[in-house]
């Protein structure tokens, strides 16, 4: 501090003052002085400025390059004592002098180009963050006597090997079920916590119900088991609903969800995004589940089914985990969707986070994002021609397969696609946090079948089929009305018949001389099967012809028939002249394929037994070149998931069971499901996951052992209650310590699900197509089976938190006034009360009588006494509005009290 000298004139005027004689200025000087001191915060009060918000900003904004994941230039700015030491520019600060500390000159250096947080990796520091800065290191850079540099963040727990820890001991040895129980009570007891007793059986009959089968049981059913008196009554249960096929569709869409499922869509008939077809990929994970095949080998199905099962078409629907991802205009989205959604869905990893620079939390460095790029770069999609239906764009099995083999990998500078870096090829790989062994890749030698799937067996089978059926129909259609066109349509259908006989034949001929080449089978042998398949394709090309011939004669026949038509009806000269033009085209066609009969030889179709999935990178609406389907495979992806997969590998497991036990706990054990990383939540009960990821692995990864285990526990088995849990209330509020069951919003298919189960409408057939957004109304499909896409979601699912379809690896559970309107306005609801009333009035004895049967088919429980007043004094109200009259013979009050109750907050809860 600069005291005045005698004669100087102060640096701060006071207006308000008149002018001082020079001991006052001095006096006043010192004044100033004393005022600014307790402006500024004493040391004391900046070290917690640093702990409370400069060293938070800079581990978001600098920590990456300068901490324990990177230290670039050997700088480290994660502690007080780091800046100081500095790297190889000298010390990051000079403690009581901003001016002089190279990290003041770095933050707010003007130039973007130098400036630090590097433009793109960070926003610069706001001024009023600089000026907090300067101020801290003003006041000598204090800092916490024991502050602790960041962590190796190899040693991240999520990183570490997994290990199965010991199940605990536990002094409330009457409550604990399994061991799941003994993790949790260890921290009841330590908090002091009191787990919620058990709750009526009704309670536990309908969680079950729900939690295994999506569906609510029937009164008759939760009669039949709260009377059962066996003491194993509740294993029982669990067993019979982990066998009934309708677990696996229950289960299938929580996986729909965190495997991003989408059916395909676009720009009005379009083709944009997610492969065609993708039900196959639905009905492949419901029935997985129900045949309980581990997740070990679902996953591995699902990256690399056409690796492993390359003749498998149940196993090769797998794949349409990574079609779904098919982008038809830009190949750089649709690996940045893969590679994000690989990471995130499997590995819980942000490793979409390293596209544009090196992780900034996670030790990800940018070129790993490449690796795992690479491993997916060589992949297209198909459809494979499924058994019995002959034409792909109507049904097919989308699936993927390497047809790029020689495409590089390049680093993106900054992400930009348009800035590879060509200077070095970027190899598949895993990031060195994760590789407990080195990743061996080798090519796969497919079989004829996989790369000629015109082979299978049942393809030329199938399209013999189709032909002839057409014939029976055309032949049909002509019997009940005849006409030129309607004998044309027969005609063509035969030369159908036999175009597909002649190529079928010219097929397998050429098959048998191949294959006899590749057995070095003798010369004269070898001679006589390719002058047979000479001949053969010789006759399956003049068909060809003679079915082009015959398709264009149909034409001309068809539009004649138009003309005719249009002269009866007197159409304006205009119509006439359109038609005519038409027809004048059609006689063209006629010509041109009369002239092709006698064309040379060339070679003739095949019958396909699986189509590409074309994409239009070269030019938009026009699709690339195919360039055929090769006979040897990359091995990336298998490999990879055979990585993914291997029980050394430490988040797989984790994240799997993460997931179960979120969905059936109604909170995840790790609250930031796809992010395991050090950004992400720690476990609140890491002991408990570990242990559950061990049980699954060591289980075969079987899915139904760790449903038996979270379902047996006492922590499943819990009340939702808040009766009597204040000490517990008090010192966990938010029930992390997992003192009681936390009650679950229905999710948005159960819902509408429950409704249709308890009308007895709900439609138990299990797969195929999935039902059109105009027929849903209509349905009485589960809704599993709706038409789910990034254009088409169904509008009382989504009022309802449907998944979204681009990522949604935890659903939210709203509570909105829009979802009371839509259960009273949906026309199912409505019709469904209707039916449930109309089944439960007649043994009903009373209105008393009918509201504890309306209760115990809704909520599946007797109504409380209040319950009962309040719906009786309903009744009476809505008996004395005049249109009280019957509706589907049933009295409209009864009908509205079943109505009403399907938006109680018990219908759409489970407690």
Request: aromatic share 8%.
């Amino acid at each position: 501090m600069n005291v005045l000298a005698p004669d100087a004139t102060p640096s701060r005027e006071l207006p308000w003052l008149p002018r001082q004689s020079a001991h006052a200025a001095v006096a006043i000087a010192f004044a100033w002085a004393a005022v600014a001191a307790a402006a500024e915060p004493a040391a004391g009060d900046q070290a917690a400025i640093y702990s409370e918000k400069i060293r938070p900003l800079l581990a978001e904004r600098c920590f990456s390059c300068h901490g324990s994941l990177a230290q670039e230039a050997g700088l480290r700015l994660d502690t007080a004592a780091l800046m100081i030491q500095g790297g190889d520019s000298g010390p990051a600060v000079a403690k009581g002098d901003p001016d002089a500390s190279l990290i003041v000159d770095r933050t707010n250096d003007p130039d973007p180009a130098s400036r630090m947080p590097p433009e793109g990796e960070g926003e610069p520091l706001s001024p009023e963050q600089f000026e907090m800065l300067r101020a801290w290191i003003a006041a000598g850079c204090p800092a916490p006597p024991d502050e602790k540099p960041e962590a190796d963040p190899r040693d991240h727990w999520a990183f570490r090997s997994r290990v199965r820890p010991p199940v605990p001991p536990v002094v409330n040895t009457g409550w604990a079920k399994n061991p799941i129980d003994a993790f949790v009570a260890t921290r009841h007891e330590q908090a002091g916590v009191v787990p919620q007793p058990e709750p009526p059986r009704h309670v536990l009959v309908r969680r079950l119900f729900i939690d295994l089968i999506g569906l609510p049981p029937q009164p008759e059913e939760l009669a039949a088991i709260e009377a059962d008196p066996s003491l194993d009554w509740y294993e029982a249960l669990v067993e019979r609903l982990l066998a009934d096929p309708r677990h696996g569709e229950r289960w299938a869409r929580h996986w729909m969800d965190v495997w991003r499922y989408s059916d395909w869509w676009g720009l009005e008939e379009k083709h944009r995004y997610s492969a065609k077809n993708m039900w196959h990929f639905r009905d492949w994970i419901v029935e997985s589940l129900n045949a309980d095949v581990g997740y070990d080998e679902m996953v591995r199905q699902m990256l690399a089914a056409d690796e492993l099962y390359p003749e498998n078409l149940d196993k090769l629907r797998a794949t349409g985990f990574l079609a779904r991802n098919w982008y038809v205009y830009n190949r750089d989205h649709w690996m940045e969707d893969t590679v994000e959604h690989v990471g995130k869905g499997l590995l819980g990893l942000t490793m979409n986070c390293a596209k544009c620079h090196s992780h900034k939390y996670d030790p990800i460095p940018q070129a790993d994002y490449y690796r795992m790029r690479a491993f997916f770069e060589p992949h297209l999609v198909r459809q494979d021609l499924v058994p019995g239906e002959g034409d792909m764009a109507r049904d097919g099995v989308p699936r993927v397969y390497d047809g790029r083999l020689e495409d590089p990998t390049y680093l993106f500078v900054r992400g930009n696609a348009g800035s590879p870096d060509k200077s070095r090829t970027i190899e598949p790989g895993v990031p060195a946090v994760l590789e407990f062994e080195e990743l061996s890749i080798e090519p796969v030698l497919l079989p004829k079948a996989a790369f000629q799937p015109e082979r299978r067996g049942w393809v030329i089978d199938t399209h013999l089929a189709a032909a002839r059926h057409s014939l029976d129909a055309r032949q049909e259609a002509a019997g009940k009305k005849p006409s030129p066109f309607t004998a044309q349509a027969v005609a063509v259908a035969k030369t159908r018949v036999y175009d597909v006989e002649c190529r079928a034949a010219a097929m397998r001929a050429k098959w048998a001389a191949d294959d006899a080449a590749e057995t070095e089978a003798a010369d004269s042998v070898l001679e006589g099967l390719r002058a047979a398949a000479l001949t053969a394709n010789e006759a399956a090309v003049k068909a060809e012809r003679e079915l082009a011939v015959a398709r264009a004669w149909s034409r001309v026949a068809e539009v004649n028939e138009k003309l005719q038509a249009a002269f009866e009806e007197k159409k304006d000269a205009a119509s006439l002249a359109a038609i005519g033009r038409n027809l004048d085209a059609a006689r063209e066609a006629v010509e041109k394929a009369q002239k092709a009969l006698d064309a040379p030889i060339g070679q003739h179709t095949q019958l396909p037994g699986a189509a590409w999935a074309a994409t239009n990178y070269v030019k938009a609406n026009e699709d690339d070149p195919f360039t055929g389907f090769p006979e040897t495979s990359t091995g990336r992806r298998s490999a990879l998931a055979r990585w993914i997969t291997d029980p050394r590998n430490p988040l797989a497991a984790r994240v799997a069971v993460n997931h179960v036990w979120a969905r059936h706990l109604g909170k995840p054990l790790v609250a930031t499901v796809f992010d395991f990383g050090r950004k992400g939540a720690t476990a609140s009960h890491p002991e408990l996951l570990d242990w559950l990821a061990s049980e699954l692995v060591e289980h075969r990864w079987s899915m139904k052992h760790l449903h038996r285990l979270i379902v047996g526990s006492a922590a499943y088995r819990m009340g939702s209650s808040l009766a009597n849990a204040g000490r517990s209330a008090a010192i966990d509020p938010d029930n992390k310590l997992l003192w009681r069951r936390e009650p679950i919003r229905l999710e948005a298919q159960v819902v509408r699900d429950a409704v249709l189960a308890l009308a007895g409408t709900l439609d138990p057939a299990l797969g195929g197509p999935p039902v059109p957004k105009d027929e849903q109304e209509a349905s009485r499909r589960r809704s599993l089976y709706f038409w789910h896409s990034g254009i088409s979601r169904n509008r009382f699912l989504a009022t309802f938190d449907d998944a979204m379809v681009n990522e949604c690896y935890r659903r939210e559970q709203s509570v909105v006034p829009q979802q009371a309107l839509a259960l009273v306005n949906a026309g199912f609801v409505r019709d469904s009360a209707a039916a449930i009333a109309a089944r439960i009035a007649p043994r009903a004895a009373g209105d008393e009588a009918f509201v504890d049967e309306a209760f115990a088919t809704i909520v599946g429980r007797k109504p409380t006494a209040d319950e009962v007043t309040a719906c009786m004094a309903a009744m009476a109200e809505w008996r004395a509005l005049p249109e009280a009259r019957t509706e589907a013979s049933v009295e409209r009050p009864l009908v509205n009290l079943v109505w009403s109750l399907f938006s109680y907050n018990d219908f759409v809860t489970v407690r």
